[in-house]
């Protein structure tokens, strides 16, 4: 097993920490400001940030752009999974970054759904303005009415009438609903109640502004709205989309929803590594600054404890995420499944670990917004949810190595195809 990175990798590795050092960390309170505190002191908090539209262009020139897409003519600076690691790592350790390089999600898995699943004019009017940065996009799968965690029970309706489909559903925990520059949602929804369980939902593109979609409201998560990004309650009432906008056909929602949920899970893990390297650097700082009781904490035992500790989860996470990178890119996301679910597990939890020592070492100001912890806390503990709970990857990887001890005739495991 080869985890070396490419010379190219290598290349856009010192690149991008030399961006994130005179562009990014620099401006992290310029952002704060500009969005306001939890987006209610300034203006409008869902416009688009005029920081992060000066960085763009930046990023672009130096050719730091549309790198987790691989295999795609329309963006042929994609990476594969193990050299796009690192680097996802790194626009992790802030929590904004991944916007400047056109590396946010939801758009990563919505761009890699289209590009694999989608027509030409599906590419032609929402892949190639979602690779130049031009527009945003959503993912609608969770409902607020069932069990979304057992991906079986969305209940949204889309109904074939003539040449067209009409949606009628609720959903929330919508990422990215809230962005004004959000213009296509990739939603799940039941096409057959009657095929097989497996069978029963499938993907339509549905446009934001098309009549019967109605965003009610945005939800915050632990005290921030995350504007301009959002995340959204939305119903659909009556929608009419061309029955061209199925992806793949009726019926192949699950399908689509494993090869989608893949990339998309391994990505958060990679950014989470970020998270917890970045909190383990402020906490080192931090008990490096501070004295108490006569002496710098750093000398204290019970942290010193914790450094160790942190450091040994961080690198047993990054090596997991790396195996099931490689797998991804030599023998494909089916056959990494456990790794995926290992790591979709291993990853938030070792970050929140790792931050919640580097907030108890900052004392009160951990807890406040002179430093991102807070705010990287909030985020975090979201991925333990998102994407499946960690209950449902458990499980997945339970029946899995029980698999491997005791023949179960007709039982077929699947990763848990469930966001929020």
């Not at 699943?117 to 969770?142: D, N």
């Not at 969305?154 to 959000?182: F, L, M, Q």
């Not at 005290?223 to 009419?240: F, K, Q, S």
């Not at 909190?279 to 010193?304: D, K």
Request: with cysteine; hydrophobic share 40%.
């Amino acid at each position: 097993m080869d985890f070396e990175y490419s010379d190219r990798c290598k290349g856009l590795q010192a690149k991008l920490l030399k961006f994130m050092d005179e562009h990014i960390y620099p401006n992290e309170k310029a952002y704060t400001q500009e969005i306001g505190r939890n987006g209610r002191e300034k203006g409008n908090r869902w416009l688009p940030t005029a920081l992060i539209e000066e960085l763009k262009p930046k990023a672009r020139e130096q050719g730091l752009w549309n790198l987790f897409l691989p295999k795609s003519a329309r963006a042929p600076e994609g990476l594969s999974n193990l050299d796009y690691a690192p680097l996802c790592e790194i626009m992790g350790r802030v929590k904004w970054a991944p916007e400047v390089f056109n590396c946010a999600a939801p758009d990563t898995g919505n761009m890699e759904t289209i590009e694999r699943y989608g027509t030409e004019e599906h590419k032609r009017m929402w892949l190639e303005p979602l690779l130049r940065g031009e527009i945003r996009s959503a993912f609608a799968m969770t409902e607020p009415d069932v069990a979304s965690s057992d991906a079986t029970n969305i209940a949204t309706r889309i109904e074939r009438d003539g040449d067209e489909y009409v949606i009628n559903g609720h959903k929330w925990w919508i990422s990215g609903a809230g962005d004004p520059r959000c213009k296509i949602y990739i939603l799940m929804g039941k096409t057959d109640p009657d095929a097989p369980r497996h069978a029963q939902q499938s993907m339509i593109l549905i446009p934001s502004d098309t009549k019967g979609v109605t965003v009610k409201r945005p939800l915050p998560v632990f005290g921030y709205d995350d504007a301009p990004h959002g995340h959204c309650e939305i119903t659909y009432e009556n929608v009419r989309v061309p029955a061209s906008n199925i992806l793949l056909g009726e019926g192949r929602g699950f399908e689509i929803a494993q090869g989608r949920l893949g990339p998309g899970r391994i990505h958060h893990c990679m950014r989470s590594i970020g998270v917890a390297e970045r909190a383990l650097e402020l906490l080192c700082r931090r008990l490096n600054e501070r004295v108490a009781f006569g002496r710098r904490i750093s000398e204290q035992g019970v942290w010193r404890e914790r450094i160790a500790e942190a450091r040994i989860m961080i690198d047993t996470a990054r090596l997991l995420t790396l195996k099931a990178a490689y797998m991804m890119d030599t023998v494909g996301n089916k056959h990494a499944k456990a790794e995926i679910a290992m790591i979709k597990v291993l990853g938030p939890n070792v970050a929140q670990q790792v931050l919640d020592w580097a907030i108890q070492a900052h004392g009160a100001g951990g807890v406040s917004d002179d430093f991102p912890l807070a705010s990287m806390w909030a985020g975090n503990r979201t991925l333990r949810i998102a994407d499946g709970p960690d209950e449902v990857h458990r499980n997945a990887i339970a029946k899995l190595e029980l698999a491997k001890h005791m023949a179960a005739p007709g039982e077929d495991v699947e990763l848990p195809v469930t966001r929020s």
